[in-house]
């Protein structure tokens, strides 16, 4: 068993913030630390994420006083915050990501080594094979309006998270999708015989909630 941790040790002592540390315009490292929260929730174990950083506070700790609550008069800030309020919500919903999370029984790389383009994919499998988590995380500036992932099932795939969406960016370049139910095509792709096409946005984030094939 083990801890993912981003503790007090990592914003002070001129560390920087978490926002701090994110490379880029600030639109871009917010971008960033979505992606890098929403990796670290996916990822097997359990969560440590200390406080401020929820809200992607810009200054280091500081013992000698309270957080920057002041930040969350700004947009960005306030979307950082629902952001990290909604991976918690679906962490503690979906059993998939919590349930088997110290074996190999409950997770699966779809593709761990799209090395040129910096886009991870993998599965949190639950205990029944029920609400399974397709989990698509993209590391780099470059959107891609096509993105074609392997699945593991020829089940329809439910979109229940997306980080493009305003009340995560608070960007006016925001998108809310249509499209929510995905039906995987037989078009094999990341070693599967079958994939589904999202339009995955730069840093963007797509998570994806399916069963496993009815028998």
């Known amino acids: 068993k083990y801890i993912l941790v981003l503790s007090h040790d990592e914003v002070v002592h001129l560390k920087k913030s978490m926002i701090c540390k994110m490379p880029g315009d600030e639109a871009e490292k917010f971008a960033n630390l979505r992606a890098g929260y929403a990796f670290m929730m996916c990822h097997p174990g359990k969560k440590l994420l200390f406080m401020g950083q929820e809200f992607a506070q810009t200054h280091e700790w500081s013992e000698a006083c309270e957080l920057s609550w002041y930040e969350l008069e700004n947009p960005r800030h306030r979307a950082m915050q629902n952001w990290v309020k909604k991976l918690l919500h679906l962490y503690r919903k979906y059993p ?18 799209d090395s040129y383009r910096s886009i991870f ?53 925001a998108k809310k999708r249509k499209k929510k139910s995905f039906t995987p095509e037989k078009q094999s792709c990341d070693g599967k015989d079958y994939s589904i096409a999202y339009p995955l946005p730069a840093f963007g984030v797509a998570l994806f909630t399916f069963d496993y094939d009815v028998k």
């Open 96 to 113: 998939a990501f919590y349930e088997q999370d110290i074996n190999w029984n409950g997770f699966e790389w779809i593709n761990a080594n």
């Open 121 to 173: 994919s993998f599965v949190r499998k639950s205990k029944d094979g029920k609400q399974n988590i397709l989990c698509v995380i993209n590391f780099t500036p470059v959107a891609y309006p096509d993105y074609r992932v392997g699945v593991v099932s020829k089940e329809k795939h439910t979109l229940i998270l997306d980080s493009d969406e305003l009340e995560y960016t608070a960007e006016p370049t």
